[in-house]
């Protein structure tokens, strides 16, 4: 959700910076793909990751992808973007783990840890199921 020190466009000039009409915004907040800030009058304010997430609406839209695509897209976007920071969190507490531990063993694992990241293992997956 947007926070409302960032939302600074109203609709009509969110609008007309993303060359979309209003009435398509409407459209796409009713549809979830969207959620702008909503002042305590209800004036829907956009920010600048709105127009951001509009531009790429526009674009796989434009692209052929219907509604349920986008949103599908959208999702696995915000998944993965969620998964990637605890990877890179988990692999900061490794490496602090380790330095704690000592210097040989953290210097094996960071080591480790770099092939991995260069060179995952490949993951079976039973389809059937």
Same mark, same amino acid.
């Given at each position: 959700?947007?926070?409302?020190?960032?939302?600074?466009?109203?609709?009509?000039?969110?609008?007309?910076?993303?060359?979309?009409?209003?009435?398509?915004?409407?459209?796409?907040? &009713?549809?979830? #793909?969207?959620?702008?800030? /909503?002042?305590? %009058?209800? =004036?829907?304010?956009?920010?600048?990751?709105?127009?951001? @997430?509009?531009?790429?609406?526009?674009?796989?839209?434009?692209?052929?992808?219907?509604?349920?695509?986008?949103?599908?897209?959208?999702?696995?976007?915000?998944?993965?973007?969620?998964?990637?920071?605890?990877?890179?969190?988990? &692999?900061?507490? #490794?490496?602090?783990?380790? /330095?704690?531990? %000592?210097? =040989?063993?953290?210097?094996?694992?960071?080591?480790?840890? @770099?092939?991995?990241?260069?060179?995952?293992?490949?993951?079976?997956?039973?389809?059937?199921?």
């Amino acid at each position: 959700m947007t926070e409302r020190s960032d939302a600074v466009y109203i609709i009509s000039v969110a609008a007309e910076i993303v060359g979309m009409h209003p009435q398509t915004l409407r459209v796409y907040e &009713r549809k979830g #793909l969207v959620e702008p800030y /909503r002042t305590p %009058g209800g =004036t829907r304010r956009y920010s600048d990751a709105d127009l951001e @997430r509009l531009r790429l609406i526009q674009e796989l839209s434009n692209a052929g992808v219907n509604i349920e695509g986008i949103k599908r897209i959208l999702q696995l976007r915000a998944d993965n973007r969620r998964l990637r920071g605890q990877v890179d969190r988990l &692999r900061r507490l #490794l490496e602090d783990a380790e /330095r704690r531990r %000592g210097a =040989t063993t953290g210097t094996m694992l960071i080591e480790m840890g @770099r092939t991995s990241k260069r060179q995952l293992p490949a993951i079976r997956r039973d389809l059937d199921n």
